[in-house]
């Protein structure tokens, strides 16, 4: 099992940024991806960004160029940079582990409990 926990939601200006933290804890080795998801009032879930353990990342199209993962493998954190934020990314953003194709939800097997980000226009 492996448990995860976000934080670092909030409310923010567009334009703004935030920073998304994902602390995973238990068998950590087990996963081999990590991703963020998002998911906004009344929309499907949808990918946002992964990381590979080796280092590989991706992105979701919407947020190419303005966000960034990043992992600490020492602290088994994974972070969301968040930058130039729109009112359009106003969504719960969860964190993910898994092993199998990292842009779909069928990839990952366990989630965190999720964290609001609200952008404001």
């Known amino acids: 099992q492996v448990q995860l926990v976000e934080s670092g939601g909030g409310l923010v200006q567009a334009g703004g940024s935030l920073r998304l933290s994902c602390a995973a804890s238990?068998?950590?080795?087990?996963?081999?991806?990590m991703g963020w998801f998002r998911q906004a009032s009344g929309k499907e879930r949808e990918f946002v960004a992964a990381?590979?353990?080796?280092?590989?990342?991706d992105y979701g199209d919407p947020v190419k160029g303005r966000f960034t993962i990043s992992k600490d493998t020492a602290k088994n954190t994974v972070y969301l940079q968040m930058n130039s934020l729109k009112p359009e990314d106003t969504a719960v953003y969860y964190c993910?582990?898994?092993?199998?194709?990292?842009?779909?939800?069928?990839?990952?097997?366990?989630w965190g409990q999720g964290t609001q980000v609200t952008v404001s226009s």
């Open positions: 990381i590979i353990w080796s280092g590989g990342t």
């Open positions: 993910a582990a898994g092993n199998g194709r990292h842009w779909r939800r069928e990839g990952y097997d366990y």
């Open positions: 238990g068998r950590t080795d087990s996963s081999h991806v």
